[in-house]
C-alpha cells in the first residue's frame, strides 16, 4: 500500500517560497498508472487542489495559483515537490500531498502546517 | 471553472438516523464525482468514487448517487466514528474542486 509523508519548514516569510517534499514508499512515482498532488486546507476552511505532476513530469496546475507554482519529481530519491512563491498570510494552510488515478485522491500523507509569518 | 456546492454547510444527527448530504456542480459532470470522510487532525478519506462505487473497506452503510449536475451522499444509519466532515469533489477537469464541506456533528 503506498504510504506518503510530506516535509518542509513550518514557518515561511512573507514574500518568501515555500519548497515542500512528498516521499512515497511502497510504490514508485515512475508508475504511469498513478498522478502525484499537491492539495491544501486553511485553518477551518475546505481543500483546495494546488496542481499534479505525472511520471513524466507533464503539469497540470491550478490556474488560481499557476504563477506561483512548480511541482517537480525526483525519481532517485521517490519523491516529488512543490514550490509556491511570494508567500502571504492567505497561504497559511495544512499541506497534503496526495496520490491519484483518474484524479481520485486514493492516498494522502498526514500534512503539513505551514504558517506564513514575519 | 466548476464550483460545487454542499447542503447543508452543517448537520446535526443522532446514532442510528439516516442522513443525506446533497452536492451540486455547477455544469454536468457525469458522474465524476468523489466523497471524502475527514476526521480533526487527519487527512481526508475517499469513501464513494464515480458517484456511486463504493471504496474498499468502507461500510455498506455509506452509499452515493447522482449524476449530471446533482449528488447525494447517504449513511443509512449513523454509528459514533461517522461523525466528521464530509467533502464532494469533481474529477471531471481541472482544477479538481471540492466542496465547502459539511459537517456532521451528534444531536
Known amino acids: 500500500q503506498l504510504q506518503l509523508q510530506e516535509s518542509g519548514p513550518g514557518l515561511v516569510k512573507p514574500s518568501e517560497t515555500l519548497s515542500l517534499t512528498c516521499s512515497v514508499s511502497g510504490g514508485t512515482i515512475s508508475s504511469p498508472t498513478h498522478y502525484w498532488n499537491w492539495i491544501r486546507q486553511a485553518p477551518g476552511k475546505g481543500l483546495e487542489w494546488i496542481g499534479s505532476?505525472?511520471?513524466?513530469?507533464?503539469?497540470n496546475y491550478n490556474p488560481s495559483l499557476k504563477s506561483r507554482v512548480t511541482m517537480s519529481l525526483d525519481t532517485s530519491k521517490n519523491q516529488f515537490s512543490l514550490r509556491l512563491t511570494s508567500m502571504t498570510a492567505a497561504d497559511t494552510a495544512v499541506y497534503y500531498c496526495?496520490?491519484?488515478?483518474?484524479?481520485?485522491?486514493?492516498?494522502w500523507g498526514q500534512g503539513a502546517p505551514v504558517t506564513v509569518s514575519s | 471553472d466548476i464550483q460545487m456546492t454542499q447542503s447543508p454547510a452543517s448537520l446535526s444527527a443522532s446514532l442510528g438516523d439516516r442522513v443525506t448530504i446533497t452536492c451540486r456542480a455547477s455544469?454536468?459532470?457525469?458522474?465524476?464525482l468523489n466523497w471524502y470522510q475527514q476526521k480533526p487532525g487527519k487527512a481526508p478519506k475517499v469513501l464513494i468514487y464515480d458517484a456511486s462505487s463504493l471504496h474498499s473497506g468502507v461500510p455498506s452503510r455509506f452509499s452515493g448517487g447522482g449524476s449530471g449536475t446533482d449528488f447525494t451522499l447517504t449513511i443509512s444509519s449513523l454509528q459514533p466514528e461517522d461523525f466528521a466532515t464530509y467533502y464532494c469533489q469533481q474529477s471531471y477537469k481541472t482544477p479538481y474542486a471540492f466542496g465547502q464541506g459539511t459537517n456532521l456533528e451528534i444531536k
Open positions: 496526495a496520490t491519484s488515478t483518474t484524479m481520485i485522491f486514493y492516498y
Open positions: 505532476i505525472y511520471y513524466r513530469g507533464a503539469t
Open positions: 455544469q454536468s459532470i457525469s458522474t465524476y
